[in-house]
């Protein structure tokens, strides 16, 4: 039993550098992903109709189609319209645009988490519709979806697991390839899932840390992790059940 | 664009359509059953109990589907001593993944019903298994759905990740034909429509329930 551990773990190099791959991919992602569901949150809410249908368009058509299909059009579909990207730049646009989709409900459900009176008085205030996103409404708004962000770049982690299928050679690929060559499936995929474990107790972890040096008062326990902490009861709400 | 090839192929994909919504119902039912016994277990008292379903629910949600399909399908080809059916692999894995989500939701809609229920009940003289059955369980019912449902359309996008195993649904059945005719904008189009038929619906409902309940 122990020697197949032992021809398993010499492939560990391997696995780490693919861990350091997913990792990449999932942060490149993720910040894709905040951008378009910033931009597509901000296009539902604008007055211009074009703008709010094509938003809303794109939120419904990414939430309710799966993830593998998209990055199938991407790294297949999109070649006919000549725009050809390499595996790992298509399976990161492929995530970031998904995960852009369910952030912008995420986003939109934090800027209506606001209170009205707020807008109200910082344009009494003075205060242009520009500035009073940036300095009155965005912060109050930021607290709001703060953990439902973290839920949605666990989100784009797992997600970089399904790049498999457009051969990235990321944690998954990865163990499937040493699997086949060594055949001992337990040890392989066991020592992929611990370290996709560590990967999202980590993320979360980072960004309960984060949570608490970003607000006052400081977020605590953004996501619950593995290991037991002492917290008080969590009123999970539907919107990060969903996400 | 090419509908002829659409036309010619429209068989082929909805008898692979066919076998998603199979996979997905399979599926659905499994991840309740084991949602529903997980997160009852969670809210349960007895110590090491609660820590199993816990370290249930954080492993899969920690770690993605492609990892549980791959161990179920070699898992089963190794200790059965022959190949299971993909069929049964996949809807297991799936079941197993998605029960660790559905798990919390009924733990959050359990821990929602108010103390005082339970306490009554058992004044009243109902067994545990009684309060849970007749009077906490229903009472969830409001806060579980919505979130259950939205759970169920994850769960019916996910049944394409059976493709890591090889398992022919509509992603896969989608994805030969691309091979076989280098089309792939009107295939791809027609997969995501079928999916979309399904999903959107059921978007719909969760959205216009979420909102009732969110003001406790």
Not at chain 2, 99 to 110: D, K, L, Q
Request: charged fraction near 15%.
């Amino acid at each position: 039993m122990l020697y197949q551990w032992r021809s398993v773990l010499e492939y560990l190099p391997d696995f780490l550098r693919a861990m350091g791959l997913t990792l990449w991919i999932t942060l490149l992602a993720f910040a894709l992903a905040l951008v378009c569901g910033l931009g597509a949150a901000l296009a539902r809410n604008s007055k211009n109709a074009v703008l709010r249908l094509g938003a809303g368009a794109y939120v419904e058509i990414v939430r309710n189609t799966p993830v593998l299909l998209q990055i199938f059009v991407v790294f297949f579909a999109l070649p006919s319209f000549g725009l050809r990207m390499d595996a790992v730049t298509a399976g990161t646009v492929a995530i970031g645009v998904n995960v852009g989709g369910y952030l912008c409900e995420v986003f939109r459900a934090g800027i209506s988490s606001v209170a009205r009176a707020q807008r109200e008085a910082a344009q009494v205030l003075g205060l242009s519709s520009r500035q009073a996103f940036i300095s009155v409404i965005a912060p109050q708004a930021l607290r709001n979806v703060y953990p439902a962000t973290v839920n949605n770049l666990i989100q784009v982690l797992l997600g970089t697991s399904l790049l498999t299928a457009i051969a990235v050679p990321e944690l998954t690929g990865v163990a499937t390839v040493i699997n086949a060559r060594t055949l001992l499936f337990v040890q392989v995929f066991a020592i992929a899932l611990v370290l996709y474990l560590v990967l999202s107790n980590a993320l979360s972890f980072a960004s309960g840390l984060l949570g608490r040096v970003l607000f006052k008062p400081p977020l605590e326990q953004v996501r619950p992790g593995l290991w037991p902490v002492r917290r008080a009861r969590t009123i999970t709400t539907t919107a990060e059940v969903a996400a | 664009m090419n509908l002829e090839l659409i036309w010619d192929n429209l068989p082929q994909l909805l008898k692979a359509f066919l076998v998603t919504l199979e996979l997905s119902a399979v599926s659905i039912a499994g991840s309740t059953a084991i949602g529903l016994v997980v997160g009852a277990l969670r809210t349960s008292r007895v110590p090491v109990v609660s820590q199993l379903a816990r370290a249930y629910v954080e492993i899969f949600r920690g770690s993605p589907l492609p990892i549980t399909l791959l161990f179920v399908y070699f898992g089963a080809a190794l200790y059965l001593g022959y190949s299971v059916e993909l069929f049964v692999a996949s809807a297991v894995g799936l079941s197993i993944y998605h029960g660790a989500y559905v798990a919390e939701i009924f733990r959050s809609g359990i821990e929602a019903v108010p103390t005082g229920q339970r306490e009554a009940a058992q004044t009243l003289g109902l067994s545990p298994m009684q309060t849970f059955r007749y009077v906490v369980l229903p009472q969830t019912r409001r806060i579980v759905f919505p979130p259950l449902i939205g759970q169920y359309i994850s769960l019916i996008k996910d049944t394409s990740i059976a493709f890591v195993i090889g398992m022919v649904e509509l992603m896969k059945a989608g994805q030969a034909i691309v091979d076989r005719t280098a089309e792939p904008v009107p295939v791809y189009l027609t997969i995501a429509a079928l999916y979309f038929v399904i999903c959107y619906p059921l978007s719909l409902w969760v959205r216009r329930n979420e909102r009732k309940i969110v003001p406790a």
